[in-house]
């Protein structure tokens, strides 16, 4: 079976700062990862996603990504945070078996960004 | 172009009633998966249909059923409610089981008191 677990509950930053948010997954075979923010009241954004090919993946509003299969991880990073940043994080892992196209998530990181 | 859109936004139930969640996908897409994400938690698969059948399930209860219509919209139906299902309920839509790009629905929020 195949589960994410994303570490970090909460993360607090300062704007303009870095940022790291950590995924870990595990799956048998090559996974698909996905990366969604989900703003309060409202549903997933996709921000990027990996099937293969080049590891380090670029997103929509300057995310990227690092699939690292030594490690099961695909960790998500921003070189300089907003405000408008502050969300909640979810990594999700997809089957690759063309059975379906069902997605597990991990329980999310709270991100807040201090002025 | 609309994207997927559910109905309603957000609904009241008192426990052991039944409740229909609506979904209609994406236009050109086929294939609708079901979330629940209670507070504070990530998104749990409920199931998913294509073709007008049930394709997969997650580890969710008889009480959860649903049904894909022939222009691909789609309906969630819970039975006998209990607080625990108070959550928020996300439709996804895509273009094929095979394909992994799923679009999210605003979502339902059910309270069950």
């Known amino acids: 079976a195949q589960s994410v677990t994303q570490p970090d509950i909460h993360i607090t930053v300062s704007e303009g700062a870095s940022l790291e948010l950590r995924c870990n997954y595990s799956?048998?075979?090559?996974?698909?990862l996905f990366w969604y923010v989900q703003s309060p009241g409202q549903g997933l954004q996709l921000l990027l996603k990996?099937?293969?090919?080049?590891?380090l993946v670029q997103g929509i509003k300057g995310f990227e990504a690092e699939f690292k299969r030594s490690q099961s991880s695909f960790n998500l990073r921003k070189p300089s945070v907003h405000w408008s940043d502050a969300a909640e994080y979810f990594c999700?892992?997809?089957?690759?078996?063309?059975?379906?196209?069902?997605?597990?998530f991990g329980g999310g990181t709270r991100l807040m960004v201090k002025p | 172009d609309a994207g997927v859109t559910q109905s309603p936004t957000h609904l009241i139930k008192t426990r052991g009633q039944q409740v229909t969640l609506r979904c209609s996908p994406k236009?050109?897409?086929?294939?609708v998966s079901w979330y629940q994400q209670a507070l504070g938690q990530g998104p749990q698969f409920i199931f998913q249909?294509?073709?007008?059948?049930?394709?997969q399930r997650g580890n969710f209860p008889d009480r959860f059923s649903g049904h894909q219509f022939p222009n691909y919209s789609s309906e969630l139906n819970v039975n006998a409610l209990l607080l625990g299902d108070s959550a928020l309920y996300l439709c996804?839509?895509?273009?094929?089981?095979?394909?992994?790009?799923?679009?999210f629905g605003p979502g339902t929020r059910l309270t069950v008191l």
């Open positions: 996804a839509s895509s273009r094929g089981l095979a394909s992994h790009e799923q679009f």
């Open positions: 799956y048998g075979a090559t996974p698909y």
């Open positions: 990996y099937f293969s090919g080049d590891t």
């Open positions: 999700a892992v997809g089957a690759s078996d063309n059975a379906g196209n069902m997605l597990t």
């Open positions: 236009s050109g897409h086929d294939t």
């Open positions: 249909y294509y073709e007008e059948e049930e394709r």
